[in-house]
């Protein structure tokens, strides 16, 4: 296959390189896995769980292949979105998110020997706030190794959507301490409200996802609403840490109907950026464009 006989939202691509080190089985290293939404209507209806594809090139895809199916004692069964998966230690952990009637979205980290799966629960149930509707968790780890959870708090609560990041025990089962905020959804000047009847404006926050450049600045993609609908920018944090503070790109790196992306260096060095895009079920298709690290910031090279 390629990427466009695939449906699939939120994509994350893990290249595990042929020469990986560890005590994880290394059948399926040297490949590019894609991660993703993959459930045919994520948005209603029991949940399947996540599958996933592999690929030697980046252009001929192969699979599905089953990466988590729930027990039926899992808590959820319904909406399972943006899985994505980071080698850290001696295993693959993928960050999810779920939800359950009764119960408030949030993201959960399950673990797996191989990249492919199968992945099991890992923590207790989700690790942004029970009390919060939340989605999107991704893993940062600062420069001295220590784990932090980067999570979306959604508007359904505040309105104004938040980043937010809480700092994780060593074995990525709990958080420590409280989580603090990052930014808000409206700071960035080419996010735009949508109209919902629950607040006066409502301003989105989707899809964080860090990247730290070769000079050592700290990066972080998220989606929201621009001009033209679904949207993603950059944000950078003036201190290089998670605690920012955290500037806002003036414009978005993709301007419309695309989004919740991640950048992967390719086995050469070579940066992608991958998303979404159009933004409408059934039709969201895995992109890949080249990606380049500029002085003014990141930037397409399509």
Known sequence: ????????????????????????????????????????????GPATGFDTYWSDDLEHWHGPAPAFRPSPDFWSHTQYWAPEVHRYRDAFYMFATFTAEGERRGTQVLRAERPEGPYEPWSDGPLTPRAWECLDGTLHLEGDGTPYLVFCHEWKDVGDGEVQAVRLSDDLRATVGEPFLLFRASEAPWARSIPRPEFPEVY?????????????????????????????GVATSASGDIAGPWTQADEPIWPADGGHGMIFADASGKLFLTLHTPNRTPDERARLFPLEETPDGLRLRR
């Open 1 to 44: 296959m390629r990427l466009e006989d695939i449906q699939i939202r939120d994509p994350f691509v893990l290249h595990v390189p042929a020469d990986a080190d560890g005590p994880a089985p290394r059948t399926s290293t040297g490949r590019y896995h894609l991660f993703g939404s993959t459930d045919v209507d994520i948005w209603s």
């Open 204 to 232: 989105v926050t989707d899809g964080p996802s860090m990247h730290r450049t070769r000079d050592g600045r700290l990066t972080m993609l998220w989606s929201s609403f621009g001009d033209s609908g679904y949207a993603m």
